[in-house]
């Protein structure tokens, strides 16, 4: 019997699927991540890293902690779902400003469409952080600085506000002040 039960543990941990190896490369000059499992391509998606003025930092890091529901305390209470924390307050998350990503926009996060976010999360929660490696490179594209994807607006960002682009105005028609009523304005 006692030589049984080294037998039966070996055969066991022999049979213990071994965690895979998760290579995170996120390139900011390129505004990319891809995503490596045991050196075989998983995902390429298209993120938002630093803004000017708010870099991302680059190296190699670990995922420090991850959190499937967050709301930033600095910025604004701002959703960050599906958050992959991998330096200090740095994370990398789902966003909802989807027409943004590809070019800078973020306060430093790496910001990812929900989904990828989502398919991103699970990996990482599934293989396990410390198999998990998160490579940062490359430096911001300067010409996308100057104003936010899409030709809108920005309002506020000297002071950390987020971009937002103005709405369409609205034309009211002129007031009439003794003058005829304009026809097409019915005023009830």
């Keep these: 019997m006692r030589r049984l039960v080294p037998c039966v543990v070996a055969v066991l941990i022999g049979t213990v699927p071994a965690a895979a190896k998760v290579v995170v490369t996120i390139d900011k000059s390129t505004q990319h991540m891809s995503v490596a499992v045991d050196g075989t391509p998983r995902y390429n998606f298209a993120v938002s890293t630093g803004r000017a003025g708010y870099g991302t930092p680059n190296g190699t890091y670990r ?10 305390k600095k910025y604004y209470n701002s959703p960050m779902p599906h958050s992959i924390f991998f330096h200090g307050g740095y994370a990398i998350h789902g966003s909802y400003e989807i027409s943004r990503l590809g070019g800078p926009a973020s306060h430093g996060c790496v910001r990812l469409h929900p989904s990828n976010a989502a398919a991103l999360y699970a990996l990482v929660q599934r293989e396990g952080a410390s198999n998990t490696t998160i490579v940062v490179t490359g430096s911001s594209p300067a010409a ?12 506020g960002s ?16 002129p007031p009439s002040y003794g003058q005829p ?3 097409y304005w019915r005023g009830w």
């Design 144 to 155: 996308r600085h100057a104003e936010p994807r899409g030709g809108g607006r920005s309002y």
């Design 181 to 183: 009523a304009n026809p």
């Design 63 to 72: 995922p420090q902690r991850l959190a499937r529901t967050w709301f930033s």
């Design 158 to 173: 000297e002071s950390g506000y987020p971009y937002y682009q103005q709405p369409p105005a609205y034309s009211y028609p």
